[in-house]
């Protein structure tokens, strides 16, 4: 079965790095788009970035500049590179894939999810 198991999450001061993670199995990995997703404790679910099928990637607003989504084909996995973290970007952080659409910052559109990663970030 489709597993997306995320990790590299954790405590750390404002200003500092977390690279996250997601391992995916149990599918054809080139066959579906990946993105990244976080949620805060009484927020929507809102996306954070994706990579299409010809590599080309897509940022929400608020990380544009700071965060940076890779993957690597031959290890079927996705990587968050995040750099200069702010409070605000403390969240649960969800790795997720779509059959269909490929770019997409909209959770509805995606098919599998990992568990999730905290990412907290103190001033």
């Known amino acids: 079965q489709v597993q997306l198991v995320e990790s590299g999450g954790g405590s750390v001061q404002a200003g500092g790095s977390l690279r996250l993670s997601c391992a995916a199995s149990?599918?054809?990995?080139?066959?579906?788009?990946m993105g990244w997703f976080r949620q805060a404790p009484g927020k929507e679910r809102e996306g954070v970035a994706a990579?299409?099928?010809?590599?080309?990637?897509r940022y929400a607003d608020s990380v544009k500049g700071r965060f940076t989504i890779s993957q690597d084909n031959a290890k079927n996995t996705l990587y968050l590179q995040m750099n200069s973290l702010k409070p605000e970007d403390t969240a649960m952080y969800y790795c997720?894939?779509?059959?269909?659409?490929?770019?997409?910052?909209?959770?509805?559109?995606?098919?599998?999810w990992g568990q999730g990663t905290q990412v907290t970030v103190s001033s």
């Open positions: 990579i299409d099928d010809n590599g080309s990637t």
């Open positions: 997720a894939a779509t059959r269909y659409y490929c770019g997409s910052k909209v959770p509805s559109r995606y098919n599998y």
């Open positions: 149990g599918y054809i990995y080139s066959s579906y788009c």
